[in-house]
Each structure stands twice: as C-alpha cells, then as structure tokens.
C-alpha cells in the first residue's frame, strides 16, 4: 500500500493506493493523522482501494472523528461498491460524503 498526501489549498488529498489490511492499516493511520493535523478539510482518494478490513474502516472512524472534533469535513473518493457495502452493513457510510471523484470532493470540500 502507498499513501501520498497533498495539499490543495485549505483542503489535504490524501490518496491510497492497495489493500487496507491490519498490515497496513498502520501506515494509513500515521498518514491521516498528520493529514487530520494539517487541515480540517479532507478528501481521501480510495479509487485504487480493492480491499479494506475493519482495521481500515477503524482508520476512517478516527479520521472523521477527529475532523469532526475540528469542526471540519472530510469526502470519501472514489470507495469500490464492495467497501460501500461493508460500510453500510457497519453503519460508517452514515458518517462521510461518498462521491466518485477527487475533483468532486475538492468541489464540495471547496463550498464548505
């Protein structure tokens, strides 16, 4: 898995590409941390996400938490119909915007 963050403006990208498992859940975790302590607008780019474990969705829930703490949003990206499913089942997908593409999140985040 490789996390790449960047910056656009007020709003932080963050991108992941591969598996979110409990190996690299860890990874993911340090890197929306420090997106979470850079900005309180977020979009996470999952396009290139096939597979996410409950440690992944433990990741999103301490994202959102701490945005939410911040007064802050943060938009989902591209999610697969098999996490949205998972997400759903969990109750997650109650917490997070979910659109298609970065350039929508960057869109919303922007209006907000």
């Known amino acids: 898995m490789k996390v790449t963050l960047t910056d656009q403006e007020d709003i932080t990208v963050v991108e992941v ?5 409990s190996k690299t859940a860890p990874e993911f975790e340090r890197s ?7 900005n309180e607008k977020i979009a996470i780019d999952l396009t290139a996400v096939e597979f996410m474990s409950s440690a ?3 990741v999103l829930l301490m994202v959102y938490r701490n945005i ?3 007064n ?7 999610v697969s119909e098999d996490i949205q499913d998972v997400m759903s089942t969990t109750g997650f997908i109650n ?5 298609g593409t970065t ?3 960057l869109s919303i985040l922007k209006q907000s």
């Not at 590409?17 to 498992?21: F, K, Q």
């Not at 929306?32 to 850079?38: F, K, W």
């Not at 917490?95 to 659109?99: D, K, M």
């Open 32 to 38: 929306a941390r420090q997106a979470t302590d850079q």
């Open 103 to 105: 350039g929508e999140a």
């Open 17 to 21: 590409v591969g598996d979110i498992d």
């Open 56 to 58: 992944g969705l433990r």
């Open 72 to 78: 802050g949003k943060v938009v989902l990206a591209g």
């Open 68 to 70: 939410k703490a911040q």
């Open 95 to 99: 917490f997070f915007t979910i659109v």
